[in-house]
Every structure is written in C-alpha cells, then in structure tokens.
C-alpha cells in the first residue's frame, strides 16, 4: 500500500466509530516500532515528525525512513503528518517532501510562542488549504492553545491552562471558515509528562488533569462531520515513570490522559489522538534498565533493541484501546491525485 491521504484514514475511522493514534517519530526505531505494532495489530497508522524531529534528523534522512516503512508494510495505510507546522513555508516543505498532511497550527504565531489573533489563525489556515487541497493533502489546523512546551513550541500556558480552550460556536466559524481536514482542539491536555497543577486541597496531593470533555460534546453536536484531533493525549502510564526512577531516573510525578476520556472522545467525533509522551518514556525505561543491569554493554543494539520493543508495547496497546487495530485491510488507498479531484468536486 502506498502512503495514503491522512483525510482517507480519518474518513475510514469516522466510519468506523474508531480513533486512530498518530505517533511521534525522531529516528530509524521509533519507525520501526510503530510498523511492528501496526502488524500485530493490523491497525491503520498516521506517523508524524514535529518540526524540531525534521531538524534532528533532518527532513531526507526522515522521509526516507518513513518511505522504507511504507514499503517493508503493504498490508498497512500509512499517513505521514507534519505535526505542529508554524508557517505556509514550512508546510510547503512538508508537502514537497512528499508528506501527505500537514498540520498549520496558526493558534500560536510563527514563532510557535505567542498566541495568535483568531483572523491570523484563520487567514493562515486558509492559505495552507488551499496550497495542500490542490496537491491532495490533508490539513490539521488548531483553535485554543495547549499548555506545556515541547521543544520551544507553545505559549507556556501552565499545564491545565482552562483561560484558552476551543470555543464551539468559534469552531464552526473557523471551520467554515478554513475549509480545514482536521481540528484539533484544546480541552485542557498539554504536551509532554507534567500535564496537571492540581492538587487535593485537603490532602495536597497532585490530582490527575482536569479535562472539558464537553467542549468535544458539544463540538461534534455542532460538526457532526468534523474530525477532531487530541494533542497531548499520552497516557503517562505510572509503571513507565516507575521504571524510569527505578533504574536511576529522577522523574517527578506525572499525571497523563486516561485512556477512557480518549476513547469517550472517540465516541464524540475525536478521530486522531496524538501520542510522544508514552513512546519516550516507554524508550528511556528500557534503554536506562540496560545501563542499570548491564553496564558493560556498549554495543548500541543492545540498549536500542529492548527501547524498540517497549515503544512497539505501547503504541499496540494505544492502536487497541482507540478501535483501530483490525482496520487495516478494510479499504483500499486513495492517492494523492484521487483525493485531489474529491477536493475540487466539492
Ligand atoms: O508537539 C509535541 C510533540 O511532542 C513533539 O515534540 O517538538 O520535542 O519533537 P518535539
Ligand atoms: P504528548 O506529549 O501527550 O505525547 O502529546 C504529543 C502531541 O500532542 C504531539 O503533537
Ligand atoms: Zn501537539
């Protein structure tokens, strides 16, 4: 199967009434661990590289892998996304590259930091539809803002910012407005480990992330066609963290995403849920487990197999628990051409 439009993959899932995951990936093992799980499970998979992953890696060395993975899976629909674009330049490059989505995140400004105006969000938006949509690709774009960073990229918005999420009535405007794929929207998630900063008055223990589960509610009554996306959507699973600090990491605790507030999303419109957090986590573990046991080790093999195979446990376990394990045969690939002149029949 060639990489197919991410629009395809998120239209199957709506049919379907399931999520899809869509994994972060920064080199060669983090590939490889995604296409094995979607093997064993037989899962559709949207595979996405922010812009600090093209930098790290730079764009071919990237695009290659992700082509290989393609090719070494025909069984499997494969898109590949540019998550948390910050200009029309940089998803141009994406697309140029030979990527099938791109996200332009116009809810902060170019600088990925300062929270932008809700017409820049929308002329923005609009101007990467139109350049995507003329080549078949699909766009993501963003209303409400995230809290955490990741890597430079967000407002620093404390981790359960509620001043900045997505506003339903806005939502349609924006998108009718955009003519956008996919919206992703703000709830109360943010990126990385640390998504909570609340605590039990009386005890003062930290409390899991309060989320507004009824915004998406509420959004999919107003769009019942519209794909939602969940951004900071990791689980935190404790026994990963344990694992961590167990072998000499000196995590602090950390709250993530139940997988059963995801999976009511699911049932609410919610069709791509994006996932880092858990896949970095499950690596570190396993990679830190081999210093700690083994410390003679020095062959790269050896600390990367193991870090593979535990990222690989995670993303089956997410792939089962959103619904898309077992889809992966249910339809055949669209390219990018055939999604082209769906987009101008409109
Ligand atoms: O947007 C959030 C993802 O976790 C990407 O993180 O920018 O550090 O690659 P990154
Ligand atoms: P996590 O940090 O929760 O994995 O979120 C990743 C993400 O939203 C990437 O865009
Ligand atoms: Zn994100």
Do not use: W
């Not at 620093?156 to 929207?185: I, K, N, R, W, Y």
């Amino acid at each position: 199967m060639p990489l197919v439009p991410m629009r395809q993959i998120l239209d199957e899932a709506a049919k379907g009434g399931y999520g899809v995951g869509a994994f972060n990936v920064n080199n060669m093992e983090q590939i490889q661990a995604i296409m094995a799980a979607a093997e064993e499970v037989q899962s559709p998979v949207i595979i996405q590289a922010s812009r600090g992953a093209l930098k790290y890696s730079q764009l071919n060395y990237l695009r290659h892998l992700m082509l290989a993975a393609v090719e070494l899976n025909p069984g499997i629909p494969v898109a590949m996304h540019l998550d948390h674009g910050n200009s029309v330049e940089t998803c141009k490059q994406a697309i140029e590259l030979g990527f099938t989505s791109v996200m332009m995140d116009g809810s902060l400004e170019a600088d990925g930091k300062k929270i932008a105006s809700y017409d820049y969000n929308v002329k923005i938006t609009r101007e990467v539809v139109e350049m995507a949509h003329a080549k078949g690709v699909t766009v993501e774009g963003e209303l409400g803002a995230l809290g955490g960073i990741e890597d430079g990229h967000g407002a620093g918005l404390a981790a359960d910012d509620s001043e900045h999420l997505t506003d339903p009535a806005q939502a349609e405007d924006f998108v009718a407005d955009t003519g956008l794929d996919a919206l992703a929207v703000a709830i109360g998630t943010s990126h990385g480990a640390y998504k909570s900063m609340r605590k039990n008055p009386k005890t003062g223990e930290m409390m899991p992330p309060a989320l507004a589960m009824e915004l998406i509610h509420e959004i999919h009554k107003r769009l019942p066609k519209c794909h939602m996306v969940m951004h900071g959507s990791s689980s935190v699973p404790p026994e990963l963290v344990a694992i961590i600090n167990q072998y000499g990491g000196k995590m602090k605790e950390a709250y993530g995403i139940p997988v059963e507030q995801i999976q009511d999303g699911i049932k609410h419109g919610v069709r791509k849920i994006n996932v880092d957090t858990d896949s970095r986590l499950a690596i570190t573990g396993a990679i830190r487990k081999v210093f700690a046991e083994e410390p003679a080790k020095f062959d790269p093999r050896d600390y990367l197999a193991p870090a593979r195979t535990a990222m690989q446990a995670v993303v089956k376990a997410r792939m089962t628990a959103f619904g898309s394990a077992g889809h992966a045969k249910d339809y055949a690939p669209l390219t990018l051409e055939d999604m082209k002149k769906k987009y101008t029949a409109k």
